[in-house]
């Protein structure tokens, strides 16, 4: 099975209505049903200042398009994206820390620009900063947030204190070496490489009613580069 079929089933989903009424009822349930007393006093008593204040104020209109719908329907492709490309799924078995270090990678947002100067390549310039202005930067902003990108620095270290300065660390930890890890480090730039990178590796593994085979992690390109 190619990758095409996954990428398909990526879109399929995002718009389905299916999936975000699936997604809406979860984080419904989370907030105002399966959570603790405080949580639900808090969701109901914030949503209902909300509802007065925009009645109040009659901005339905541009509550409705400019905070619910990318609270909802934006967010949740987002999510989708994020917790698509966040591991290897499936691809890499076992425990201990050489699958911990297989499973997650870093996922970075950007891309090497032109080798050359701007005046002999001026077209090659633009399209790099259109397309680190116009892809790489919103994907880091709304999918890749926060801290996400050294996801994988996370996982070999879960219990560390100074996580909001997780991508010094990890690079602290590639040049020392990765002491006390049997892997190094791998990285993918562009949030379309990361999902691919996932797809490369689904797309290896046997079909269900099959022994489970080797995944050869080389073939999946974890470093390349959009």
């Known amino acids: 099975m190619n990758t095409k079929f996954y990428w398909r089933k990526l879109r ?14 979860n984080r419904f349930l989370s907030n105002f049903v399966t959570s603790p007393l405080y949580r639900r006093a808090m969701a109901i008593i914030w949503v209902s200042v909300v509802v007065v204040v925009v009645t109040l104020t009659h901005t339905w209109f541009a509550f409705l398009v400019a905070w619910v719908f990318p609270l909802t329907i934006l967010y949740q492709i987002s999510a989708l994206l994020q917790f698509t490309s966040e591991h290897r799924w499936l691809v890499v078995p076992g425990i201990g820390k050489p699958a911990i270090a297989r499973k997650s990678l870093g996922r970075f947002m950007g891309e090497t620009p032109p080798d050359a100067p701007f005046s002999e390549q001026p077209r090659e310039w633009l399209l790099w900063l259109l397309r680190m202005l116009g892809y790489h930067l919103p994907a880091r902003i709304a999918v890749i947030s926060g801290e996400l990108p050294e996801h994988d620095w996370h996982h070999r270290h879960p219990n560390h204190k100074d996580w909001a300065n997780g991508v010094y660390h990890r690079q602290r930890d590639i040049e020392a070496g990765c002491p006390n890890w049997p892997e190094e480090y791998t990285e993918v730039w562009g949030l379309f490489n990361a999902v691919d990178c996932v797809f490369k590796g689904l797309s290896q593994m046997p079909p269900a009613a099959e022994e489970p085979k080797a995944i050869d992690l080389n073939a999946i390109g974890p470093a390349n580069r959009i």
């Open 12 to 25: 399929t989903t995002a718009i389905s209505p299916y999936f975000h009424g699936l997604f809406l009822r």
